[in-house]
């Protein structure tokens, strides 16, 4: 083939396709039972209407629309459409409406009376409907309804479907109902295909379990699990849980949470705070970590435990809260420190507990020894009781097992300790929640700094006795009782010697009190929080009639305009542009709605 040959193949292809593209946008009369023409009522119409054998037919690009009766403007390129419409696109779009209008040359139609649309996904009902066939959409703004079987009902005042991505936009009292839960929702995305639903601005997840509320949110309404981001919360029968990211799966009722948690237990007036969170709902169950701290709130004087892990077990009568590894207590008149601590909200019983894995050979074992302080006295032991009245929320008294030890410094002298110790130690409280009386027993030992009314060192009192009663006064001890002593000796300071100033095991730590709510994490490693990613902000929708449709509107009316300057009907029942969203003017955005990325919150 010489060149000549090839220039004019190659103008006839482009002419044959050009003219099969002309062709292509011309609709298309397929079948009509009868043809009128009233040019008095339909100026330059044909009037078409069905026989007993079938409806009038229609085709354009690909799309079929069957009818009752049409009007046709051929010049227009124009028909309207009534009685029984149905249009059908390919294998998958199948629209039902009382009355259609559309355009062969901008590709819009507008449906109205009782309109329903299906794909294989889902079904949209509304009074009417606008479908643009040129970026295969469909949108309402009257009010309208999508059915998907398995995800539930939505309802929205405003509702745009983009169906090559099988995705819908609804704004404005969004509601989506299924048997398992109820969906609230000022805007949300929600694809057809996967079930997944993204929530923006003020959003409940109502079930009979939980209400879960976010300000953006995910939902995979299939397998009804999701994330819950920005001021989420959420709600069980007796618990609060909040965060900065929210996971939660309703078929476990779980929930799991990360960073600046805070979980309210709303019978027992607890709260649990750190910064990764699991809760299981139906096993009455809360695992907390990252700065795990539980407050006990009282009306006076609410108490704190913090641990590297804490575990709240137990139905809302019987809370237990068990806090694991480098474990501190605190409250305005009591601290202590253990490697783990068992609290019984229903028996009032806080034990502090020693590390078991350690011998006693171990060089860490005495350190860390269970240990609490009130006022100015230091008590160790293996394990140490508090017991609490559950009604009147104060402590009545405390029990120390095995190596029981009381410190108080000597305020006086330069480096003098009142020192007991013995096998067991039972100590009351008075009303004020001070120590009031120490009994020690078994093998009981005691070094006191006794002075006179005038606070004089009368001596250093050292002995051994079966047991031994202290009461105290305003935090120091104001008298003691000896029962079967074995020896005990007053001695002048100046003759005590420096060797028998302190009883075996004595340890004094008050550089780990503490003695603020603050205290309890001196010792903790940095923190750094995950970062959460994975939800993008929502994008508000852009107008229908955009940019491009107005350009496609335009050449349709110079492509048809008459002598008197009368535009085409292609611009006819289009909706007026959304003045605002979300509290903002509309974004052009088209191309971004379109593309957005759809994924799920990740924690890095």
């Known amino acids: 083939m010489n060149k000549l040959h090839l220039l004019l193949f190659t103008l006839f292809i482009g002419f044959v396709s050009i003219t099969g593209a002309q062709e292509k946008k011309k609709i298309k009369i397929e079948y009509a039972g009868k043809l009128t ?41 124009f028909i309207e459409a009534y009685g029984n419409v149905k249009l059908k696109q390919g294998d998958t779009i199948n629209m039902t409406s009382k009355y259609i209008e559309y355009s062969g040359i901008t590709e819009l139609a507008f449906a109205s009376g009782d309109v329903v649309m299906t794909d294989p996904n889902s079904t949209i009902t509304s009074d009417t409907l606008y479908m643009d066939r040129t970026r295969q959409q469909a949108y309402y703004r009257s009010g309208g309804t999508v059915v998907k079987d398995s995800s ?3 309802t929205s005042k405003i509702g745009r479907y983009y169906m090559d991505q099988k995705k819908y936009q609804f704004v404005e009292d969004v509601v989506l109902v299924s048997e398992e839960s109820t969906i609230n929702s000022d805007f949300f995305d929600f694809y057809s295909d996967t079930g997944y639903a993204y929530l923006f601005g003020p959003s409940t997840i109502t079930t009979e379990e939980s209400k879960t509320y976010c300000e953006k949110g995910f939902y995979d309404t299939e397998n009804k699990v999701g994330y819950a981001l920005k001021k989420a919360r959420i709600d069980y029968d007796d618990r609060i849980i909040e965060g900065d990211s929210l996971f939660f799966d309703n078929n476990k009722s779980f929930a799991s949470a990360s960073n600046n948690i805070k979980i309210t237990d709303t019978i027992n007036n607890s709260i649990v705070k750190g910064h990764y969170a699991e809760v299981f709902k139906e096993k009455d169950s809360l695992f907390i970590t990252k700065r795990a701290l539980a407050i006990t709130v009282q009306e006076n004087d609410s108490i704190y435990i913090h641990a590297d892990r804490i575990m709240v077990t137990g139905k809302p009568e019987n809370r237990i809260i068990n806090a694991y590894y480098n474990a501190r207590i605190f409250k305005t008149d009591l601290s202590g420190k253990s490697d783990s601590i068992h609290s019984d909200e229903k028996t009032g019983i806080t034990k502090l507990i020693n590390i078991p894995r350690l011998s006693k050979g171990d060089k860490f074992s005495v350190v860390r020894k269970p240990i609490l302080w009130n006022l100015e006295n230091q008590m160790t032991g293996d394990t140490i009781h508090l017991i609490s009245n559950p009604e009147s929320e104060k402590i009545d008294s405390l029990l120390v097992f095995e190596n029981a030890f009381v410190i108080s410094r000597d305020t006086i002298s330069e480096n003098g300790y009142n020192q007991i110790n013995g096998k067991r130690l039972v100590g009351l409280f008075n009303d004020k929640n001070e120590l009031n009386q120490v009994d020690v027993t078994k093998n009981a030992q005691s070094i006191f700094y006794a002075r006179n009314d005038k606070q004089e060192l009368i ?43 302190f009883l075996k095991g004595f340890d004094w730590r008050e550089d780990e009190r503490p003695r603020s709510v603050d205290d309890l994490f001196k010792d903790d490693p940095p923190l750094e929080l995950p970062v959460i990613k994975g939800l993008e902000d929502y994008i508000p929708q852009e107008d229908f009639v955009d940019d491009a449709m107005v350009e496609r509107i335009k050449e349709a009316d110079e492509r048809n305009k008459t002598s008197s300057n009368i535009t085409s009907k292609a611009s006819r029942n289009l909706p007026k542009p959304i003045k605002k969203t979300n509290g903002g003017p509309v974004k052009k955005t088209i191309s971004k709605v379109q593309k957005q990325k759809v994924s799920k919150p990740t924690i890095e």
Not at 55 to 62: D, K, M
Not at 477 to 483: A, L, V
Request: hydrophobic letters at 30%; one cysteine or more.
């Open 459 to 501: 001596g250093i009192d050292k002995s051994k006795s079966g047991s031994i009663s202290i009461l105290f006064a305003d935090g120091d001890i104001d008298e003691y009782t000896r029962y079967n002593q074995i020896d005990g000796n007053l001695f002048p300071e100046s003759k005590f010697p420096e060797k028998e100033k």
């Open 37 to 77: 023409i009233d040019d008095e009522n339909y100026p330059g119409a044909k009037i078409l209407t069905r026989d007993d054998a079938q409806q009038v037919h229609i085709e354009h690009g690909g799309a079929n629309m069957w009818c009752d009766k049409a009007i046709h403007y051929s010049k227009d390129n």
């Open 152 to 154: 539930g009902t939505i």
